[in-house]
């Protein structure tokens, strides 16, 4: 899905889940946010396959954040963080500035396990999963609704329910973005 955003092309998605090679990656996106389950399986060796496809992508800026499908990042964080190629950026409950553009993501893969706070300043929150009430098919995280609520994000870029995917829902203080390419990809 391409976001334009103080003049760039940012195109995010999510739930590829092995599938990455037949996702069509616009020419003109200059950033690219990926919002986790890019693979299937639990092995190392897709991860590092995945990562190594997403770091060849034409971009100025890649962002990954882990979904539940990159279970390594739970097992085993400090290995699986090692796979991180170069010209991939991993979020994960922090923030970057990039062409005064504030990213920032929270551990909700799908959801998170306790509150928690973020600056109020973001132009786009990245997790996994979705917030309760939100393109979720009721199954988002009131955890994650109470930061957005909170903290207003400009946008919300999530992904993990499949049958909601490429679909924008605008309220109030944020825009939110669902990004799974699962069920384009079958």
């Given at each position: 899905?391409?976001?334009?955003?103080?003049?760039?092309?940012?195109?995010?998605?999510?739930?590829?889940?092995g599938m990455h090679s037949q996702l069509?990656?616009?020419?003109?996106?200059?950033?690219?946010?990926?919002?986790?389950?890019?693979?299937?399986?639990?092995?190392?060796?897709?991860?590092?396959?995945?990562?190594?496809?997403?770091?060849?992508?034409?971009?100025?800026?890649?962002?990954?954040?882990?979904?539940?499908?990159?279970?390594?990042?739970?097992?085993?964080?400090?290995?699986?963080?090692?796979?991180?190629?170069?010209?991939?950026?991993?979020?994960?409950?922090?923030?970057?500035?990039?062409?005064?553009?504030?990213?920032?993501?929270?551990?909700?893969?799908?959801?998170?396990?306790h509150k928690q706070e973020i600056p109020?300043?973001?132009?786009?929150?990245?997790?996994?999963?979705?917030?309760?009430?939100?393109?979720?098919?009721?199954?988002?995280?009131?955890?994650?609704?109470?930061?957005?609520?909170?903290?207003?994000?400009?946008?919300?870029?999530?992904?993990?329910?499949?049958?909601?995917?490429?679909?924008?829902?605008?309220?109030?203080?944020?825009?939110?973005?669902?990004?799974?390419?699962?069920?384009?990809?079958?």
């Open positions: 899905m391409i976001i334009p955003f103080k003049n760039h092309k940012i195109f995010a998605f999510s739930d590829t889940h069509r990656i616009p020419s003109e996106a200059d950033i690219l946010i990926c919002a986790g389950d890019g693979v299937e399986g639990i092995e190392e060796q897709e991860l590092s396959d995945f990562l190594n496809w997403y770091a060849a992508q034409p971009a100025q800026l890649r962002i990954f954040v882990a979904g539940n499908h990159e279970l390594l990042f739970d097992l085993c964080p400090e290995d699986a963080q090692l796979l991180i190629p170069k010209g991939v950026t991993l979020l994960e409950d922090f923030g970057i500035k990039y062409d005064n553009i504030h990213f920032y993501s929270i551990t909700a893969r799908p959801w998170l396990h109020s300043n973001i132009d786009f929150l990245i997790t996994h999963g979705p917030a309760k009430g939100v393109l979720d098919e009721g199954t988002g995280c009131s955890l994650l609704k109470d930061v957005i609520a909170k903290y207003k994000p400009r946008n919300h870029v999530f992904g993990h329910i499949h049958s909601c995917g490429s679909q924008m829902i605008i309220c109030p203080n944020t825009v939110h973005y669902n990004v799974s390419y699962f069920e384009s990809l079958l």
